[in-house]
């Protein structure tokens, strides 16, 4: 029982991150507790770029633009959950590898508690919505690491 509320939370997770045209869901078709996600800037078809990032290698430099991208808002996202402001997120460097080799850089949410409930999956994509904001409006500033 306690799997299976954690099951829905999950998937009702992926269902808001789908209705904004700034995230795309990764793993849709996973009935597990993790979602995999990416985040895009505005102007991004998130409806097919994760067609064309893995398999069409035009889209490379793309693809490593829209990695730093997601890395640089999962920096900003830690940031503000440690400061107890956001929510905890995990990143993945390798979701998977495109057709050309490159890994995928992916956010991660993996639902534990049983008590997580439809608000709580709520404020994970208002979390996420207002971290993309504020990560646009903060253009050029580095929240992570260097990474060399």
Known sequence: MIIGHIVVMA????????????????????FGP???????????????IKEKEMHDPAYRDILLQHNEYNRNFFYFVHQEGMAGRGVMLSLTDCYRKTDYGEPIV????????PFADKENMEMVVKK???ARDNLASSKGKSFGESRG
């Open 128 to 130: 996420v919505l207002e």
């Open 106 to 113: 992916a956010l991660k949410s993996f639902i534990l508690s």
């Open 34 to 48: 993790v979602t995999l996600f990416r985040v895009y800037p505005d102007g991004v078809d998130t409806f097919h």
């Open 11 to 30: 998937q009702l997770l992926r269902e808001h991150l789908e209705s904004h045209a700034c995230t795309t869901v990764l793993n849709r078709d996973n």
